[in-house]
């Protein structure tokens, strides 16, 4: 069994900063991709950054110059810190996790979501 457990979401002011981590803990061999989604309401789940197991990052447009994504391979955590933020950054944000379990078994992973409220 794998779970991800966020932290680090809540309310803040236009033009400030958040800090959200996620931790992968359980039955894991390998973790490959992770990244973060979020969804506001009425809209699809979209990805706001990506990290692979290098190190590549990959970033929606709308977030490129405000948001890092970064991860600790030894404890199995990603983080996103986001600055500048904007009330459009207002979403529920979902942590996800390609791990292996197994050499021959791999399985996408979701967090339970931690709400961002930007205030203007």
């Known amino acids: 069994q794998v779970q991800l457990v966020e932290s680090g979401g809540g309310l803040v002011q236009a033009g400030g900063s958040l800090r959200l981590s996620c931790a992968a803990s359980?039955?894991?061999?390998?973790?490959?991709?992770m990244g973060w989604f979020r969804q506001a309401p009425g809209k699809q789940r979209d990805l706001v950054a990506l990290i692979t197991s290098g190190g590549s990052t990959n970033y929606a447009d709308s977030v490129k110059g405000r948001f890092t994504i970064s991860r600790d391979n030894a404890k199995n955590t990603v983080s996103l810190q986001m600055n500048s933020l904007k009330p459009e950054d207002t979403a529920v944000y979902y942590c996800?996790?390609?791990?292996?379990?197994?050499?021959?078994?791999?399985?996408?992973?979701w967090g339970q979501g931690t709400q961002v409220t930007v205030s203007s």
């Open positions: 359980g039955s894991i061999f390998r973790v490959n991709d």
């Open positions: 996800n996790a390609l791990i292996a379990t197994t050499l021959l078994r791999t399985t996408s992973y």
